[in-house]
């Protein structure tokens, strides 16, 4: 396979194929410490999403942060981070060096703030896009712009003229209608959408009953919220015209075929690079195959008239 059978344009950012890792999910800096250059000669992703940063740095939740489910991984992590000046300083100039676009994830506290960073990050060449993280479930005023409609809308006015850069808004799936919070952060000028984040969840201690996460409650990921994140997807893309980055749960290529298949442009993986720091790559090889399987079929979820009139969808491959 070569890279430019997979090729592809993301807000007209070329990419050599469509899988992302899920922002906080892959640390590229440490990886690249560990498996030295050949990270680079053979790395997981065709873009690069970094973790969420803030303007001022954090120290992130107390421990513990983590808690694995049958199915999936609870976090507690609440945004550790060197803040700004100390991703600028520090992070940006390793982070360059990969092999793939950057996309910067940022997350205000305040329009204010939100615009300081889209403003300082918008400046570097080096960033190709960026990402506004209304979603993060683990800071107390973290789903506020996200979750409600009018706040995307005003966030994204207030930050679209100061960048030319792409604006990708990352949904939560903790709101009561992702699809309208999607049209909102269209109509105000986002570029694209990236859905879903973790989903609210807690686990206790079996022996003491009490909250196990030392931010008591924790965002949900990996094969549990599959079926949710797929669902949110598919009334996503269907409600906007704007590309959306689909993830949730994708281990395999089947999955992100799925997800394509749904609506989604590019997908991205998250909790499975925890276990595999090669999933990425695993990922769109086996889609490439699938793909290659598939042949002339359609990759997109088709909507067919069902007898009752309505639409019926029919998924492939
Ligand atoms: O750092 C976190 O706790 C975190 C973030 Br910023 C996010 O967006 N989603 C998540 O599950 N955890």
Redesign the pocket.
Known sequence: MTASARSLEFCGVALRGPVLNG??TFDAIAARRAFGDVLLERFPFDAFVS??ITLEPRQ??PPPRLWETPAGLI??????NKGLEGFLASDLPELVELPVPLVV?V?GFSRDELAALVERVGERDEVAMIEL?F?????ET?LVMGADPAETARALERVRPLTSKPLIV?LTPNADDPPAVAAAAEGAGADAVSLI??LKGMALDPDTRRPWLG?VT??V?GPAVRAVALEQVHAVSTRVAIPAIGMGGIASGRHAADFLAAGATCVAVGTESFRDPAAGRRVAEELEELRRRAGTRPTRLEATASPSGGQAAAFSP
């Open positions: 922002s906080g973790k969420t992130g939740n976090n507690s992590i609440g945004l550790p994830s997350m993280n979603s993060c479930p683990n800071v973290g990352k984040n973790t931010g924790g965002g990921s």
